[in-house]
């Protein structure tokens, strides 16, 4: 499985207004510069992450986005499906129609117990999880020293 850039930019998005919003929303042309993610595509990735209920927008002169739920409350998975819908291995997962072979195939039970292995995974990680990586590694990178 491959993920898409919307989800790896949805992703960066995220951790961004958890690191950069506190209490206010964040210009969206600001976190654009930060990721380095083209302005109209982060509109597109908001947007979808506005109405899957993880974000919210806020208009006015001090408007932009903010997040709709706490970051210890928005699981990996729920980005990844408002992004790009549920991620299967396979496409026989999602269509058994799509494949003649389903009822007989040696491979689809190995590819839905992958499948759920990274649903488990990307359901217990949340956005808290990863914002706390970013910041030890901006940490390490900060105390690191040269000779």
Known sequence: MKLSTRVRYGLRAMIDLVIHAGEKPVLIQTIAERQEIS????????????????????????????????????????????????????????????????????????????TTSIHNLLKKTTLDDLVQKAKDKEQSKALMYHI
């Open 39 to 114: 302005r109209k595509y982060l509109d597109n990735l908001l947007m979808a992450l506005k109405s899957a209920g993880l974000v919210r927008s806020v208009r006015g002169a001090r408007g932009g986005y903010m997040l709709a739920k706490l970051p210890e409350r928005i699981s990996i998975k729920d980005i990844v499906v408002a992004l790009d819908g549920r991620p299967t291995m396979a496409d026989c997962l999602k269509d058994s129609a799509s494949c003649p072979r389903y009822d007989i195939c040696p491979t689809r039970d190995l590819w839905e117990e992958m």
